[in-house]
């Protein structure tokens, strides 16, 4: 009888430890909660076409409405400056505590139209502007930037020329959440980005053995293959 009680006794608290263990994996979002504790929703992510068509061809867009406006501006070629065209795009925080955006910009990537992503508060200070995106490849491309957004109220997209080469913007704010992973594990980059497949490996600078498992990385050098092995 005392042997069936201990087992019991054992099966109940590898259940219980088992039970509180399945909160660590917990995969869900974080909840957003008000100054008053009251779990607030989160906002939709925002979908925005900016490629030009004609007035009779367009349809309105539907946008969350933490996205106020998109007003497109020309500016003329002046002396050696050649025209630009602004793609300005009014937002307000949906929360307090959301203070992140994350803007992902679709473009045709032409060489001398790279755009550049430029963020304002409301007195028209210039709070950043992001480096020319793109590489010139000349082709469709993609990229992302995370943009701090306390105080700010517009986000430019500034490129060479009439804007058609501008397709689109991802936007959806950020959140924080704590993530748990083993000590022995190799350290990754942490790439905000959620279209990739994974983020990239840190390259070791001296090779290391793990359980049996050695970690190493390619001679910088270039080695060339031919028939001798040098």
Request: hydrophobic residues 45%; negative net charge; glycine residues 6%.
């Given at each position: ?216 990385s390619l001679a910088p050098e270039a080695i060339r293959i031919g028939a001798t092995v040098p």
């Amino acid at each position: 009888m005392l042997q069936r009680a201990f087992a019991f006794f054992v099966v109940l608290l590898t259940t219980t430890f088992f039970l509180r263990a399945q909160d660590a994996t917990h995969d869900g979002l974080p909840e957003l909660r008000d100054a008053n504790g009251s779990q607030m929703p989160l906002p939709h992510s925002a979908w925005l076409d900016l490629r030009q068509a004609a007035a009779g061809s367009s349809t309105p867009q539907n946008a969350p409405d933490w996205v106020e406006s998109i007003t497109l501006v020309s500016i003329p070629a002046k002396g050696e400056t050649p025209a630009q065209t602004i793609f300005r795009i009014r937002v307000a925080r949906p929360q307090l505590a959301l203070q992140v955006l994350l803007m992902r910009l679709l473009f045709d990537d032409k060489p001398d139209q790279q755009p550049t992503i430029t963020i304002w508060d409301e007195s028209g200070s210039q709070v950043m502007q992001s480096a020319p995106l793109g590489s010139g490849i000349d082709l469709a491309s993609s990229e992302s930037v995370l943009l701090p957004m306390i105080g700010v109220s517009a986000i430019d997209v500034q490129v060479k020329g009439d804007g058609s080469t501008i397709r689109g913007a991802f936007l959806d704010w950020m959140v924080t959440r704590s993530v748990a992973h083993p000590i022995s594990a190799g350290a990754r980059e942490i790439m905000p980005e959620p279209f990739a497949a994974a983020a990239p490996l840190r390259v070791p600078e001296k090779d290391s053995e793990t359980f049996g498992t050695v970690t190493a990385s390619l001679a910088p050098e270039a080695i060339r293959i031919g028939a001798t092995v040098p």
